[in-house]
């Protein structure tokens, strides 16, 4: 073997089962003896697999019958909605009789409501209940078998009604004995994104109910704020720009943007998963659900796409797939887990059967030709072959991941970026304003910032100018330090600002990081020179939905004096009261319950003994 043992055995293996080949594995082994294998002829795959490909109609026939033969169905569903993805009436019919036998077809109302009321633990009832909402969904709109339109209405609505005030799920729903949030460590994306694509398809099926189209325009709102800022994270944390897919976080993404009818950001979402082909064995808790979900998330961008993305990851579907037609799950996290439902989803792309394979695809956001080489190719990207000038026109690229590539690929080029500098802070895109500000301290060079604070101080203080290039120019003067406190209150007066667009308060969290940074007990330090402005946008911060702004917000009230503190009180106490249910992140106390309570220990404040036991 020359590079990577497991992708040059899948080589073999197609190899192998060529007409050619005749299904002969030939295997050297230590003292040079050979061993020949006898593997079944399935023929070549053709260029545009799974697309019109005769090798994968026999895989797919095999994958299919081996489902039925061990009637073993995982407990998420994706095995049933493979038979449905085949479109082959035989499987139809099994699918049919599977869900019409199943307990779920007809759901415990009583019981659903106790678990919102939160007298009963349904237990993960977000994955128990969305991925078969998806199945069920999926099989009404291609049989129009009414009576599972009962069922999908119960799951779809008790869902949208277990939706926390962000637009989230966890591995459970909202109850309302726990102040109407979310039990356990709160939201998770992975669950999330495919609750939100049940709610949508249920929609197509005809539900139709306030509660429903409330829920999704939440779960909207939080998924599109994302696009051109990076991936999704755990739960409700900063977009991460150091992957293009989490676990198939990204396709999902982009399969509910499609389904929304938001075309920028479906095709956005898709082209983060059809670049991600080389990390299918990467993601948070294994890799079982990036497997599920990223073909058919990258296959939106179309059939020339797929195509690539299918050829570069054949030696995952090579080496999953079992001598006897089914696929198994070489991860870990779920290894009593089968593939062989997503994989045969992955085949049957081609057939365009279920909404989720491409049935009804906006062909208006397919990439062809170099367009979809280009995208497909992006996480390969060289950046350290890129020129000065290269990289700086690569600024302004839509994917933040890119962004950040040029970014850490420029402290090479440091020496040709330098001259430029200038005018990308006076003259520069939004994006090159913001590669600028953040030069300094991607190059650990306070003295570089330094001799640029003016330039960025005027991009901070520029109300005209972009709120994140602003908000950069905030955090390039938290970098810089000491020498840049005089500028605090211009920090503090942009949070003060009123930004009614800037819907989940981001402009805020990233402004509170940079005031916490920069001037950490403001009055104790002397930096409180206009203390009403200085109280207005601390309590601006204390009242974000989000943990981590409300907990920069506490602690630009450290030191705060005690005449001053009746106009803080209430806010505070709201804080450490820790009931509100319009809080999007709300799992970690140290980022707000305990500032809030110092606040009341340094005052001395009675009242503070009791709220801190």
């Known amino acids: 073997f020359k590079n990577n043992v497991r992708r040059e055995v899948a080589a073999a293996i197609n190899l192998a089962e060529t007409e050619q080949a005749g299904g002969k594995l030939t295997l050297i082994l230590k003292d040079n003896r050979k061993a020949e294998l006898k593997l079944m002829v399935l023929g070549s795959y053709s260029d545009t697999a799974p697309y019109t490909c005769p090798k994968s109609d026999k895989i797919i ?82 049989t129009k078998d009414e009576t599972v339109l009962p069922a ?35 939201q998770i994306n992975q669950p999330s994104l495919t609750v939100f694509m049940g709610l949508l398809l249920a929609k197509k099926c005809g539900i139709d109910d306030p509660r429903l189209d409330k829920a999704i325009e939440k779960s909207n709102a939080f998924y599109a704020s994302f696009m051109g800022r990076g991936a999704f994270d755990y739960g409700v944390h900063k977009p991460n720009t150091g992957t293009y897919n989490d676990n198939g976080t990204s396709a999902t993404a982009a399969l509910d943007m499609a389904f929304m009818g938001n075309k920028e950001e479906a095709s956005h979402f898709a082209q983060m998963t059809a670049t ?54 070489d991860g870990g996290g779920y290894k009593r887990c089968s593939s062989t439902g997503s994989h045969l989803l992955w085949y049957c792309l081609g057939r365009n059967k279920l909404m989720i394979t491409g049935k009804d695809a906006d062909r208006s956001i397919w990439l062809k030709g170099q367009a979809a080489t280009d995208a497909v190719n992006l996480s390969q990207t060289d950046f350290n072959s890129k020129s000065a000038d290269e990289l700086l026109e690569l600024v302004n690229h839509p994917m933040a991941q890119v962004r950040r590539g040029i970014g850490e690929a420029a402290r090479g080029k440091r020496a040709e970026i330098l001259p430029k500098l200038d005018g990308l802070y006076e003259n520069g895109t939004k994006y ?4 600028a500000c953040g030069f300094p301290e991607k190059n650990q060079d306070k003295k570089l910032g330094l001799a640029n604070m003016d330039r960025i101080v005027a991009l901070l203080c520029n109300t005209d100018e972009d709120a994140w290039v602003r908000a950069s120019a905030a955090g390039a003067l938290a970098y810089i330090g000491e020498p840049a406190r005089k500028y605090y209150v211009d920090i503090v007066r942009m949070i003060a600002e009123d930004r009614s667009w800037d819907r989940f308060g981001d402009i805020d969290w990233s402004l509170g990081e940079s005031v916490s940074k920069l001037g950490p007990e403001p009055f104790r330090n002397g930096l409180v020179t206009d203390k009403e402005l200085h109280i207005k946008a601390a309590l601006k911060l204390i009242r974000n939905k989000r943990q981590h702004a409300r907990g920069d917000g506490l602690r630009m009230l450290a030191g705060i004096p005690l005449e001053d503190f009746n106009k803080v009180a209430d806010d505070v106490l709201h804080i450490i009261e820790y009931k509100d249910r319009t809080y999007h992140s709300y799992h970690n106390m140290a980022h707000t319950l305990v500032p809030a309570i110092s606040i009341l220990a340094d005052l001395n404040i009675k009242e503070g003994i009791d709220m801190a036991m």
């Open 152 to 186: 999908i209405k119960a799951y779809s609505v008790t869902l949208a009604r277990g939706q926390d005030a962000g637009g989230l799920w966890g591995h459970r729903m909202i109850a309302e004995n726990r102040n109407g949030r979310l039990l356990g460590y709160a």
């Open 276 to 329: 991600s082909y080389d990390v299918l064995e990467m993601g948070h808790a294994g890799h079982y659900f990036g497997v599920l979900w990223t073909p058919l998330g990258a296959d939106l961008i179309g059939p020339e796409a797929s195509a690539m993305f299918f050829k570069k990851s054949l030696w995952i579907n090579t080496l999953y797939r079992g001598w006897d037609g089914r696929f198994t799950y």
């Open 432 to 435: 090159q304003k913001i590669f």
């Open 61 to 142: 026939a095999r994958a299919a019958e081996s489902i039925v033969k061990n009637d073993q169905y995982v407990r998420l569903k994706q095995d049933l909605m493979g038979l449905l993805a085949t479109g082959e009436q035989k499987y139809i019919d099994v699918v049919k009789a599977k869900i019409h036998a199943d307990p779920m077809i007809k759901p415990d109302l009583a019981k659903m409501e106790a678990v919102l009321e939160g007298t009963k633990d349904g237990g993960y009832v977000t994955w128990e209940w969305g991925y078969p909402l998806i199945l069920f969904c999926e099989y009404y709109l291609m």
